[in-house]
């Protein structure tokens, strides 16, 4: 019980605050958002006629450090709770404009 703590009543409390809270899971999504275009790349990649095996590997090697990272976050690190938000956020923010051009 290392991010819990058991209150007066003996009932199990947090101990962080809802801004925590938010901001963390804010910041899980962003990673799971990027694992899942990880996995849309390698889809298009493994659908080519000749998929490029470096490509691939690297492609999965990303997803799999994006997990690890998502696994060992905490609620408490809010170093890397605000890393996570500004840089996977723009890098979000790009690809999705970029969808948006292509699809035009």
């Known amino acids: 019980m290392s ?4 209150n007066f009543a ?3 409390s947090a101990n962080w605050t809802a801004e925590q809270g938010m901001a ?3 910041a899980r ?7 899942a275009i990880q996995s849309k790349l390698l889809a298009r990649e493994r659908a080519k ?3 490029d095996s470096d490509t691939i590997s690297r492609l999965q090697q990303e997803q799999a450090r ?3 990272e998502r696994s060992t976050l905490k609620v408490q690190d809010s170093i890397a709770i605000d890393r996570i938000r500004k840089e996977y956020g723009a890098k979000l923010k790009a690809w999705h ?3 948006a051009e292509q699809s035009c």
Do not use: M, V, W
């Open 10 to 12: 003996g009932e199990i």
């Open 66 to 68: 994006l997990a690890e």
């Open 97 to 99: 404009q970029q969808q």
């Open 24 to 26: 963390f899971e804010c």
């Open 29 to 35: 999504e962003y990673i799971s958002e990027l694992i």
């Open 49 to 51: 006629p000749a998929p």
């Open 3 to 6: 991010e819990d703590t058991k």
